[in-house]
């Protein structure tokens, strides 16, 4: 099983950037999809999730600046940032559970993660 993030980098506050989340290894269909992040000196936080019925969840910190979306053909889940803000600065993780359903903000729910990749917002 294996999930690699790209996407990540440094952008200006008010910008955007696309994360993804590519799969291998399981089926893809199968499986819920988090979004987390954790930011220097603080734990990991969720960001997102889309359960295998394709309805997406989000914290009150996301809902309306990011949006969670999935190509199960390309085993990839993908999450667009718009109006980034310097407290969104933070390594990105994508987690998989063996679920229907996801859960936003458990760390404990997720049985895969990636590596993470780092997201830079600058003012």
């Known amino acids: 099983v294996q999930l690699v993030e790209s996407g990540g980098g440094l952008v200006q506050a008010g910008g955007s950037l696309t994360l993804s989340c590519a799969a291998s290894?399981?089926?893809?269909?199968?499986?819920?999809v988090g979004w987390f992040r954790q930011a220097p000196g603080k734990g990991r936080e969720g960001v997102s999730c889309?359960?295998?019925?394709?309805?997406?969840y989000y914290t009150d910190s996301t809902k309306g600046r990011f949006t969670i979306s999935s190509d199960n053909a390309k085993k990839t889940v993908y999450l667009k940032m718009n109006s980034l803000k310097p407290e969104d600065t933070a390594v990105y993780y994508c987690?998989?559970?063996?679920?229907?359903?996801?859960?936003?903000?458990?760390?404990?729910?997720?049985?895969?993660w990636g590596q993470g990749t780092q997201v830079t917002v600058s003012s």
């Open positions: 290894g399981f089926t893809f269909d199968d499986y819920a």
């Open positions: 889309i359960s295998t019925n394709g309805r997406t």
């Open positions: 987690a998989a559970a063996e679920r229907d359903s996801c859960a936003v903000n458990v760390v404990t729910w997720y049985h895969y």
